[in-house]
């Protein structure tokens, strides 16, 4: 090389050695952006595996639920029976009865006389107790416990 020009047989050397820097270049590019891709691989591994748990969980959960009983309808609350001793003795005679009953047939369990007077008061006392929920009239004048 003299003055600065190149020579017939330096051409082809020059060539190859910027081919060898470009492709050393080009080397370090690649290198970089499969590094840059083996990162961004392994962090997207790290979520899918996390979604994968999070998934089996919601699973889990579901086949869970899904496998519990249904409750049904919520309990009400038991009807409040009246303090009266009376009350208590119509519930006893209901407690072993196995068909619906008269107020006549009542007070005849509970050892009242069968008169009029007495018949009325406990017919009273047994559309009272249908009417908190404690007894039935399944018909007109005839009671009994409600079936659960």
Not at 85 to 107: E, N, T
Not at 115 to 135: C, F, H, Y
Request: glycine content about 6%.
């Amino acid at each position: 090389m003299t003055g600065g020009k190149l020579t017939l047989g330096a051409v082809p050397a020059r060539l190859e050695e910027r081919l060898e820097e470009r492709l050393e270049e080009r080397e370090r590019e690649i290198t970089a952006q499969a590094e840059t891709m083996r990162e961004q691989v392994a962090q997207l591994t790290a979520q899918l595996d996390e979604l994968g748990r999070a998934a089996e969980k919601v699973w889990i959960t579901r086949k869970t639920l899904l496998g519990l009983p249904d409750p049904g309808p919520p309990a009400l609350p038991a009807p409040k029976l009246p303090d009266h001793l009376a009350y208590q003795q119509i519930m006893a005679v209901f407690s072993a009865a196995d068909h619906p009953l008269r107020a006549r047939q009542v007070c005849e369990a509970m050892d009242l006389a069968v008169a009029p007077n007495d018949i009325n008061n406990v017919r009273l006392k047994l559309k009272r107790l249908a009417d908190r929920g404690i007894l039935t009239e399944t018909e007109s004048g005839w009671f009994t416990q409600p079936r659960p």
